[in-house]
Each structure stands twice: as structure tokens, then as C-alpha cells.
């Protein structure tokens, strides 16, 4: 949607044109003043957003150094200031919209060129984008504007900012291209090291827009990176952000690849994805568990009917041959589950028998599994014939000296001979 600049309110504007210049790196001049104050920080976050402030044994917090380090904290106290601004509603949902598309945008061009600065983070690393999300929705949940917001409407806007900052909204394709779309998501298990980040979200953050020409062919990337909680894929988030490329039309994909991280050293193209959850040795990232065990697996409430187990169908032999050095690639086959008539999981390394209960896919028993499950499902609902799949990549690891510092050349060419690899096994595939 284009919206005329008489459409907006002179306080709109005069944002848009301060995000413009953070984004140039040209300096902020601001028109007149912008009102501030109205952000009440006695209203407590998501155990996600409490994170925030956390730091290591007592030390500063780790997401203030990193936002910091990606220039992410200035989009943060444009995004607060314009927000104390808004004269009205519909004012507010068209600047929480916008700003949320252009934090996607800004992840994905910084992770595309190079960065420059002392400090500076390198340009692949995904973790700014992740905490400038948790920073801005964490805003929205304590904003107190000069009109009445409902509790229904401010999820309602804090759904609108997740969804454009993830790049729901604008998974586009131009025509006359193969239209690939892959996925991605958040950093996890942040309790047991705030520092980290998840390699799968670089890797979609450096895809996304993306053109390549394979033995003659153009293909245009499209991605989004998803949340690592169970309350958004029971409403439906991954149905909602790839159904619009599963039905006919212009935005019909070629290709859909759901990619999350996964084991040490291996690539796994995972083959069988299980309908139910069973991880219970944590929890997402407000530390909310599944609800089921490997011996008592679950179904999302909001999974749509279909069978327990569903298959790959993306060319995973030819993927399988990427040069994915210094990793390897493995087509894994191997799922836990409970065998027709029988209560107790068994390991079976080829695949699932007929009638049994899917304990754990290929890709595990919690999200991973549970996304590759969802568009694999869709693929069989819309599109029998898509070439869909799960890609699981390499754990992305600090030196194991360091225990305290944000970053470290280990870590920083682990992360890029992930994503080296993530391109090689995607590129095979056509």
C-alpha cells in the first residue's frame, strides 16, 4: 500500500524523515520537538522482554552492547519518541507498520553490506534485529498515549510490529522469476547464554531479495525469520506467513525451505516431520514449555488436520552434495516414535513404521520439527507437487574460553561458514 504524505500527521513525517537519516548515517536534525515521557517502565515485560536488561554476573546488559554494537538502539529511541508522538490510532498503527518494515529492511541490508566502525558488529550478525524487536514490542506493551488503547488493540499493534519485522508482510516476488522463500528463526535458550544468536535467522536475514541465476534460470529469494514460542505457531503464524505462497497466483512459490539450527558440525535435510511435540527440557522463549514427553507427545490445538507423519519432497540428494566445508551434509531419516500398539518410544534410524505415533521427527520434537511439519502439511493441502523441506544447520559456538564477551573470531567465522554453507546446500537445489 502507497500512502500520500497528506495522509500522515506532520509528527508521522517528520519521523519518517529522522528514520531516513539514522538509516544514511547522515545526521538527525529534527523539525520540531518530539514529545517523549510517555513510555511507563512500571509495566513489566514478557519473561522474553525482561531479558533486556540482562547482563553477565552482574554486568552490563548483553542486548544494550549488542543493539549498541549493530546501530540497532537508535531505531529503538526513534521508534519510543515517534511513538509519545502519535495524535491518534489509526496514526499509531500506520507509524507501528511502517517502522516495524523498515527495521526488517535495515537487518536485511545491513546483513547484505559491509559495515563500517571501531566496534561494530559484522554485518551478518542477526542478533541486533532480534533485540530491537523484543526492545520496540516491550515499548508498545508500556506505552501510555493521550487516547485510550485497549488490551485487545495493543496486541493487536504488537502482532502488527511482529509481523513486519520478521518480513511476514513483504515476502513479495517480482514476476518472471522461480520464487523461493525461506525461513528462519530467533536466537533461543537465552537463559543459559544471553549472548547467543541463531544462525538459521543470519541466513535468512542475508537471503532475503536475493537474486541468482542458475544455469540460466533467475530465482528470487524471499525470507522471513519466526519466533521461538509456542503461542505464535498456535495462532498460526507460519500458516499465515505461507499461505499466500501456496495458493495460485503471482505469489505462488517454486520452493519453500523452513531451516532452523539444529546439531554440532552437520547439515541435516531432514526427511519425516512429526505431527506432535515432545521436548520437554526447555521451554521457549518465555520459558513456556509444549506441554508433551517423547512418551506422551502432544498436537498443537491449532494444527490442522493431517496425518502423523508427512515427508520431505525437496531434492535432497542433489542438496545433500553441497560443499558445506568445514561441515558435512547428512539426509537424515532417523525419528523416535511409539509403534502401533505399543506406549514406549523406539528409535527407528530409517523411518517411520506404518501406524505408529510421531514422538520425535527427523528434526526433533520442538519447533524445528514442528514448522518443518506445518509447511510440509500446507504443501500437501494447497500444492502436492511444491518442492518443500526442513533444513537444519550447524550449532552456531563462541571460542570455549570465552564465557563473557559478545563476540570472538571463532564465533564470527562459525557463523559465516554456516551461512556459506546454507547458500550451497540451497543453491543445489536447483
Known amino acids: 500500500m502507497r500512502l500520500r504524505p497528506s495522509s500522515f500527521p506532520r509528527s508521522l513525517l517528520v519521523g519518517a524523515l529522522a528514520l531516513t537519516s539514522v538509516l544514511s548515517g547522515a545526521p538527525v536534525v529534527h523539525a520540531t520537538p518530539v514529545t517523549t515521557g510517555c513510555i511507563d517502565a512500571t509495566i513489566t515485560g514478557t519473561v522474553e522482554e525482561q531479558r533486556l536488561s540482562r547482563g553477565i554476573a552482574g554486568g552490563p546488559s548483553v542486548p544494550a552492547e549488542i543493539l549498541r554494537r549493530t546501530g540497532f538502539d537508535k531505531q529503538v529511541a526513534l521508534f519510543s519518541r515517534l511513538l509519545c508522538a502519535m495524535p491518534s490510532r489509526e496514526a499509531a498503527k500506520l507509524l507501528i507498520r511502517a517502522q516495524g518494515e523498515a527495521l526488517w529492511r535495515t537487518a536485511v541490508h545491513r546483513a547484505q553490506h559491509p559495515v563500517s566502525g571501531a566496534d561494530a558488529l559484522p554485518s551478518t550478525d542477526d542478533r541486533g534485529l532480534y533485540w530491537a524487536r523484543i526492545s520496540m514490542a516491550l515499548a508498545v506493551r508500556q506505552w501510555q498515549p493521550r487516547f485510550a488503547v485497549g488490551t485487545t488493540e495493543r496486541a493487536d499493534l504488537i502482532k502488527s510490529l511482529e509481523y513486519a519485522s520478521r518480513g511476514i508482510t513483504s515476502t513479495r516476488f517480482s514476476p518472471g522469476v522461480k520464487k523461493i522463500l525461506v525461513t528462519g528463526f530467533d536466537p533461543f535458550t537465552l537463559d543459559a547464554d544471553i549472548r547467543i544468536g541463531n544462525p538459521s535467522g543470519a541466513n535468512a536475514l542475508t537471503l532475503d531479495g536475493q537474486r541468482w541465476t542458475v544455469n540460466g534460470t533467475t530465482y528470487e529469494i524471499q525470507a522471513v525469520v519466526f519466533p521461538v514460542r509456542y503461542t505464535d505457531f498456535d495462532q498460526k503464524m507460519v500458516e499465515e506467513a505461507l499461505a499466500p505462497h501456496y495458493r495460485g497466483g503471482p505469489q505462488h512459490a517454486d520452493l519453500v525451505m523452513t531451516a532452523s539450527q539444529?546439531?554440532?558440525?552437520?547439515?541435516?535435510?531432514?526427511?519425516?516431520?512429526?505431527?506432535?511435540?515432545?521436548?520437554?527440557?526447555?521451554?521457549?522463549?518465555?520459558?513456556?514449555?509444549?506441554?508433551?514427553?517423547?512418551?506422551?507427545?502432544?498436537?498443537?490445538?491449532?494444527?490442522?488436520?493431517?496425518?502423523?507423519?508427512?515427508?520431505?519432497?525437496?531434492?535432497?540428494?542433489?542438496?545433500?552434495?553441497?560443499?558445506?566445508?568445514?561441515?558435512?551434509?547428512?539426509?537424515?531419516?532417523?525419528?523416535?516414535?511409539?509403534?502401533?500398539?505399543?506406549?514406549?518410544?523406539?528409535?527407528?534410524?530409517?523411518?517411520?513404521?506404518?501406524?505408529?505415533?510421531?514422538?520425535?521427527?527427523?528434526?526433533?520434537?520442538?519447533?524445528?520439527?514442528?514448522?518443518?511439519y506445518r509447511n510440509t502439511l500446507q504443501r500437501d493441502l494447497k500444492d502436492p507437487s511444491m518442492p518443500a523441506g526442513h533444513l537444519h544447520v550447524p550449532v552456531l559456538s563462541f571460542d570455549p574460553t570465552n564465557k563473557t564477551t559478545i563476540t570472538d573470531p571463532t564465533y564470527e567465522a562459525n557463523r559465516d561458514a554456516i551461512i556459506r554453507g546454507a547458500h550451497a546446500v540451497l543453491r543445489a537445489a536447483f
Do not use: C, H
Request: charged share 15%.
Open 262 to 372: 539444529g546439531r554440532v558440525g552437520i547439515f541435516d535435510l531432514e526427511v519425516f516431520n512429526g505431527r506432535r511435540r515432545s521436548v520437554s527440557s526447555i521451554g521457549d522463549n518465555n520459558n513456556l514449555w509444549g506441554g508433551g514427553t517423547v512418551a506422551a507427545p502432544v498436537v498443537s490445538p491449532s494444527m490442522p488436520t493431517g496425518p502423523e507423519w508427512i515427508t520431505s519432497s525437496l531434492p535432497l540428494a542433489r542438496m545433500s552434495k553441497a560443499d558445506v566445508t568445514p561441515f558435512r551434509t547428512r539426509v537424515n531419516t532417523s525419528v523416535l516414535e511409539i509403534p502401533a500398539g505399543q506406549t514406549a518410544p523406539v528409535r527407528q534410524p530409517l523411518g517411520p513404521t506404518e501406524g505408529s505415533i510421531a514422538s520425535e521427527g527427523a528434526g526433533g520434537g520442538y519447533l524445528s520439527n514442528e514448522v518443518a
